[in-house]
């Protein structure tokens, strides 16, 4: 469904990604895992648009969209919900939702839509006429997510959904992303949270400073790779020589 090759991304001086390849098939839930500064969010950015890529290709269901505008991106069906939500606080979570289907609006779609999101987060039923910053870090991480279902993605890419998150919401958000992975939703997910993405992923990828230094299933990682290290960065002690 998703493929990336050979993908440089910078800021300025800074090379962020160094020749990323990377997969992810229909109806798979990817982790994508790596320390702080390993370039999982530039990856995210450079696959939706918002950043574009020094040198590399980006393919999405047999079309290269690599540099293409994140409108046109997400028209296609790629949706992220970023790093810190971003859901908008003055507006309400009805506002919210509605901006989350713009590109597909249709009325009586749109209720259908409401409602399933309703069932999936009761809480936005409650919270419907309500601004968004009213709203706790869960409960605005849940409406990010919402939101981005709107557009009715064939990818959604989630960056961090547990982060800053109690212990409580936390299995809530993963209890989540396990539900729409078994409704079919192809799923590309950045977790600091190591263990918890790997026991639901289907197959993982392993960033350190902008490298691939992993890729394969669960199993392959966990015989390969101390998990401990995914988590803290590696011990240095040869943990990292990893070749698939
Ligand atoms: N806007 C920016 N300007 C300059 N450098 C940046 C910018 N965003 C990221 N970087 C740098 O690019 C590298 C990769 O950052 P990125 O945000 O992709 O990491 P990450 O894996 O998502 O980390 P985290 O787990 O902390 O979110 C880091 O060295 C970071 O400092
Ligand atoms: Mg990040």
Redesign the pocket.
Known sequence: MLTIKDLNAS??A?T??HGLSLEVEEGELVALL????????????SICGVLKPTSGTVTFLGEEITGKTPEAILRKGISLVP?GREIFTSLTVSENLRLGAFSSYNKKRYQADLEEMFELFPILKDRFNQPGGLLSGGEQQQLAIARALMSHPKLLML??PSLGLSPTLVNQIFDLIAKLRERGTTILL?E?NAERAVHLADRVYV?N??NLEFAGTPDQLEKELDIADVYFGGDGEGHHEVTL
């Open positions: 800021y300025g800074i962020a990604l790596g320390t702080n500064g390993a370039g999982k969010s530039t990856t995210l950015k790093e960056d961090e950045v600091q960033l400073t902008g």
